[in-house]
């Protein structure tokens, strides 16, 4: 017997009882009635984890009884079952008010099951997600919706880490989430009133980062007419984070020890230190232990920042969470677009965890949207998404692989920037690169920007 209970309501009796047979052939606990109000006295005193409704009835339509069920429990999925023919603007208000898809009243077997199944596990995601906000007591992102252990060990650590006032290192390539989590950290420390300063080490020369962390003083260089508090500063009884730690150069890496062993911190142009109390949280997409073995990266600086580690592991390596958060960002793009998505087809989740998701998660939303938007009907099918494939570099049919390695990457990222209309942002996340080196290759190789 399945564990979960499904209540119907429909005042059509025939109707009742054969949903009724189905379900119980799947091995599913059923409830029926054709009256609403009975229907809301059940679903009060019994442990339902489903409402099938019609959604017009005599005596309150399925809307109405949607909203009231939703007020006992604000996570009861409601399927609506629908005729033919039914306008936009009444499944745009069932949406509204929180349906969570629609059943046509001609009983396919396999799609009832199909659309069950979805609303019973996507019940259990929330709850799911309400105990680990309950215990971590933060709101956990998007980004890690799903059932992955790594994740889940990471969201549970996170209430005890945000209690310290030690350094933080999270590690994981990019599209993971890694601002994400120090985020988390901050807003559930006692820092959580004061600033969070991010700041990305590889998006300045050598020269502009040190003026930009540390500040200067005024007379300092050409065009410092002014004394200017540095983010660390700026970040001062804060979180200062700093992403793409490993691209710092030595020198800038020698000032930012100082700042941690002397909790201090001396502008560009002075000899006058000033005191600072600042949780310094770092990350980066590269191997870091790798660069401190290639004296790239200094092994005491790394030390001191590596005093919690956080790995945050790639989307290809949470298969089990694709569809989940596939599923999770149809739902909100499709509500913030006003449109109804009333069926994925099964193969589409064939499709996505084949892939192997260069840019992770951001990568997942852009393309989510990108289908969201383009859609003009309520099925995503195989067919939506076949631009996927552009982004696999294969071996050519010849056998033969190609001389260069650079024929290969050009090839690539001229595939990536056609898929998001040379959309440069959105192109660098898919590519797992930063912005600025999407920028040179496409200098270095000559690409037609259109």
Same mark, same amino acid.
């Given at each position: ?100 898809? $629609? ?6 077997? +396999?799609? &009832? *099951?199909?659309?069950?199944?979805? @609303?019973?596990?996507?019940? !259990? #995601? ?94 300092? $260089? ?6 200017? +508090?540095? &983010? *660390?500063?700026?970040?001062?009884? @804060?979180?200062?984070?700093? !992403? #793409? ?105 064939? *499709? ?10 951001? #990568? ?87």
């Amino acid at each position: 017997m399945n564990k979960f209970h499904i209540l119907i309501v429909d005042d059509d009796l025939n109707r009742c009882r054969v949903l009724d047979y189905k379900l119980k052939k799947f091995g599913y606990k059923t409830t029926y009635t054709t009256n609403p109000k009975d229907a809301l006295e059940k679903f009060k005193d019994e442990n339902i984890d489903l409402v099938i409704s019609d959604i017009k009835m005599q005596e309150m339509s399925g809307i109405e009884l949607l909203k009231k069920l939703k007020e006992i429990d604000p996570l009861v999925n409601v399927i609506l079952i629908t005729a033919f023919g039914k306008t936009q603007e009444l499944l745009l208000d069932a949406l509204r008010n929180g349906a969570f898809d $629609f059943l046509e009243k001609v009983e396919d077997s +396999d799609y &009832l *099951i199909e659309i069950v199944e979805r @609303g019973l596990k996507n019940r !259990d #995601e929330k709850l799911n997600y309400l105990y680990l906000k309950e215990k971590a007591s933060f709101e956990i992102p998007s980004e890690f919706v799903g059932e992955d252990e790594k994740i889940k060990k990471i969201l549970k650590n996170i209430n005890d880490i945000s209690k310290s006032d030690s350094t933080v290192l999270i590690t994981g390539e990019s599209g993971t989430g890694k601002e994400l989590i120090a985020r988390m950290i901050h807003n559930n420390s006692k820092r959580r009133d004061k600033n969070f300063v991010s700041f990305n080490c590889a998006a300045l020369n050598p020269n502009l980062i040190e003026s930009e962390l540390f500040g200067y003083k005024k007379g300092a $260089f050409t065009g410092a007419y002014t004394n200017k +508090d540095g &983010l *660390i500063k700026v970040a001062d009884m @804060g979180t200062l984070f700093l !992403d #793409e730690i490993s691209e710092m150069n030595v020198s800038l890496q020698a000032k930012l020890l100082r700042v941690l062993q002397e909790r201090e911190v001396v502008p560009v142009g002075s000899t006058d230190p000033i005191p600072v109390d600042v949780r310094i949280i770092s990350a980066t997409n590269k191997n870091i232990d790798e660069e401190v073995k290639k004296n790239n990266f200094r092994l005491d600086l790394f030390y001191r920042l590596n005093v919690i580690r956080i790995d945050l592991p790639p989307l290809r390596e949470r298969k089990d969470d694709i569809p989940k958060l596939f599923d999770f960002y149809v739902d909100f793009y499709s509500k913030k677009m006003g449109k109804v998505i009333k069926r994925i087809d099964p193969s589409v989740y064939d *499709i996505l965890k084949e892939y192997s998701w260069p840019g992770n998660v951001r #990568e997942l939303m852009n393309i989510v949207e990108r289908i969201i938007v383009i859609k003009d009907n309520s099925e995503i099918k195989k067919s939506d998404i076949p631009q996927l494939s552009i982004l696999k570099v294969q071996q050519p049919s010849n056998g033969f692989i190609p001389k260069k390695i650079e024929d290969v990457e050009k090839k690539l990222i001229e595939d990536t920037l056609k898929f998001y209309n040379y959309d440069k942002k959105k192109a660098s996340i898919a590519l797992g690169i930063n912005i600025s080196t999407l920028y040179r290759k496409i200098k270095d190789y000559r690409i037609d920007e259109l």
